[in-house]
């Protein structure tokens, strides 16, 4: 089944505690991306890869870091959680020029 | 730069009646659009998109959009709605020359009551 798989889908965390919440898709999509949700805000996109050892900054890409050493793989990385990195985060891939993205499940992340 | 915006963010209509979520856009370039929907506790998936060719796009499950250029709108609608399309609808953009960039708009919230 082709698919985007996020994890982990909870976690509560503690500020400065490093993390990383992994993505991986089985459709060998090129292109790769997170988002936040926040009430209010919609989804905004904090980083993208359009291929492996290709990464660039989206809207709100402070605190964050990303890694594509594999074209499968895209995890995201928070050095050092602070509180206003509460959120639901979605991972997503799309073929190029297609315009369709296919999302992950979520991430609810929790920092205390 | 581009932005979305949804102006309604919840809207609430009953069983078998019809329905209009509204998306406007700015863009200084050329843009795809996208209709997202986000069920309860799941990801989004794409309910429609305008690439191309005829303004008027279907999805499968009777929903339908039209892109109006003059107007920079792409709204969403249903003539009847049913209890399961109850759910968040999220319209996007992204530019045409492939920088990858998507713009969602804030989300609208459709409850639909029986």
């Known amino acids: 089944e082709a698919q985007v798989t996020q994890n982990p889908r909870y976690l509560i965390t503690v500020t400065g505690k490093k993390l990383t919440v992994t993505c991986s898709q089985n459709?060998?999509?090129?292109?790769m991306s997170w988002y936040r949700q926040d009430p209010g805000l919609g989804l905004r996109q904090i980083y993208y890869?359009?291929?492996?050892?290709?990464?660039d900054k989206g809207d709100v890409p402070e605190g964050y870091k990303v890694s594509r050493k594999e074209k499968r793989n895209f995890p995201l990385i928070l050095e050092s959680p602070s509180p206003n990195q509460t959120s639901l985060y979605f991972c997503?891939?799309?073929?190029?020029?297609?315009?369709?993205?296919?999302f992950g499940e979520g991430s609810r992340l929790t920092v205390l | 730069a581009q932005s979305v915006t949804q102006l309604d963010s919840q809207v609430p209509v009953f069983e078998e009646a019809p329905v209009e979520l509204r998306c406007n856009y700015s863009s200084s370039v050329s843009v795809y659009l996208f209709w997202y929907v986000q069920y309860p506790n799941q990801g989004l998936q794409l309910l429609l998109k305008y690439l191309s060719g005829s303004t008027l796009v279907e999805s499968i499950n009777g929903f339908e959009a039209e892109f109006n250029k003059s107007q920079t709108s792409f709204h969403l609608r249903k003539p009847s709605v049913h209890i399961s399309d109850t759910a968040e609808y999220f319209c996007?953009?992204?530019?045409?020359?492939?920088?990858?960039?998507?713009?969602f708009g804030t989300g609208t919230r459709l409850k639909v009551l029986a």
């Open positions: 890869s359009m291929n492996v050892e290709v990464t």
């Open positions: 997503a891939s799309s073929l190029p020029n297609t315009g369709e993205l296919f």
């Open positions: 996007a953009v992204t530019p045409r020359s492939g920088t990858y960039k998507y713009i």
């Open positions: 459709m060998n999509h090129e292109y």
